[in-house]
């Protein structure tokens, strides 16, 4: 295989702009969901807010602090203020770069900061002005201070320092992310060329290869598990495997790959993988069997699991909140409002 645009992965592997696949070159790094945004932080003279992100290589190119606001604030007089690791940065909001949807002013505002601002490990960014927003819930990284920053508090954010939770500050990184995963569809073995009808064969071995790119400091580690049921199941198929071969594996197989990086400065590649199996046809097991015409369409597998969401009070509150009824509306099948909804995500999430 050497297209992995159709694979199964997390967001930290970038297969969509090329055949081959690599690690994402952006990290976006979060504390909150953005599940509510209705509760705001007003910061006042001797008032600061922190926020605190672990970076895993300060070899990154840029960077970007985004952070929710709404229409109100783009009137504030004083620009907003804030410090990345000690280094001040100032910055007023302007309604062109915020990001928004359906005619909306609230959305995500962005600053871009010097990469040499940030450090590997622990960072924090320190809010001396302006209003921020609270996702309410347990939060561990966003703190509050009420006497210009000598002391800071845990889920005691807002004015009266009654609100658990986190800010709604997000740090991006022009960067690779240090993991991601890919996942291969499942093979069948017995007939590796889609033939239609495959014969009794007794599989004896499958080996993986494959053709990769690691410069220093990245890699790449696979796994495998075979079965003899064309879907995985946890009685009939092995566990995964750190292993490139597997003795007696059943009629399928599948295999997935962990590319890493210790510097967001390069990536591994992974260009193709082949799977090499080791069969005895069973003699005469298709005698008799004249294949007329075969109807079996490719299979379009998505690269995220899909489910869907069980009823809950946070999501009846996320529709109303964010108006997903209208973001819908214009959909005719249930898979235009996915993608409908998954353009409006996407916008949302890069800011």
Same mark, same amino acid.
């Given at each position: 295989q050497r297209d992995f645009r159709h694979y199964r992965r997390d967001r930290f592997v970038d297969a969509q702009t090329r055949t081959s696949a690599r690690l994402s070159p952006t990290l976006l790094l979060t504390n909150e969901m953005g599940v509510s945004a209705e509760i705001g932080d007003e910061l006042g003279a001797d008032d600061r807010a922190r926020v605190?992100?672990? #970076?895993? @290589? +300060?070899?990154?190119? @840029? +960077?970007? #602090?985004?952070?929710?606001?709404?229409? %109100?604030?783009?009137s504030q007089i004083d620009s907003l203020c804030l410090f990345v690791n000690g280094y001040r940065i100032t910055h007023r909001q302007r309604r062109e770069r915020i990001t928004g949807f359906a005619g909306r002013s609230s959305g995500w505002d962005r600053m871009r900061i010097q990469a040499r601002y940030l450090k590997k490990g622990a960072n924090e960014i320190i809010f001396t002005g302006g209003r921020l927003y609270i996702d309410p819930g347990v939060g561990s990284r966003s703190s509050r201070s009420f006497d210009g920053g000598k002391t800071w508090h845990v889920n005691a954010l807002g004015g009266r320092g009654d609100q658990a939770g986190e800010y709604m500050v997000r740090l991006r990184l022009k960067g690779f992310a240090p993991q991601g995963e890919m996942v291969s569809p499942v093979f069948d073995l017995a007939d590796p060329e889609n033939a239609g009808i495959a014969p009794r064969v007794d599989i004896r071995r499958v080996r993986l290869s494959h053709e990769k790119e690691v410069p220093p400091g990245t890699r790449i580690d696979f796994e495998m598990r075979a079965g003899s049921t064309p879907a995985f199941s946890a009685r009939e198929w092995t566990p995964w495997t750190a292993q490139a071969a597997i003795e007696n594996p059943g009629r399928f197989s599948q295999w997935r790959a962990v590319l890493s990086s210790d510097s967001a400065a390069v990536s591994p590649v992974l260009k193709s993988v082949s799977l090499k199996v080791d069969s005895v046809e069973t003699r005469g097991s298709l005698k008799g069997v004249e294949l007329l015409e075969v109807d079996q369409p490719d299979i379009v597998y998505s690269s995220y699991d899909f489910d869907y969401l069980a009823p809950h009070y946070r999501v009846d509150r996320l529709i109303k909140q964010y108006r997903l009824h209208e973001v819908i509306a214009g +959909?005719?099948?249930? =898979?235009? %409002? =996915? +993608?409908l909804l998954r353009d409006w995500v996407h916008s949302q999430w890069l800011g």
């Open positions: 605190e992100f672990d #970076v895993p @290589s +300060a070899e990154v190119k @840029s +960077a970007e #602090v985004i952070f929710y606001v709404k229409g %109100q604030d783009e +959909a005719n099948t249930e =898979l235009e %409002q =996915l +993608a």
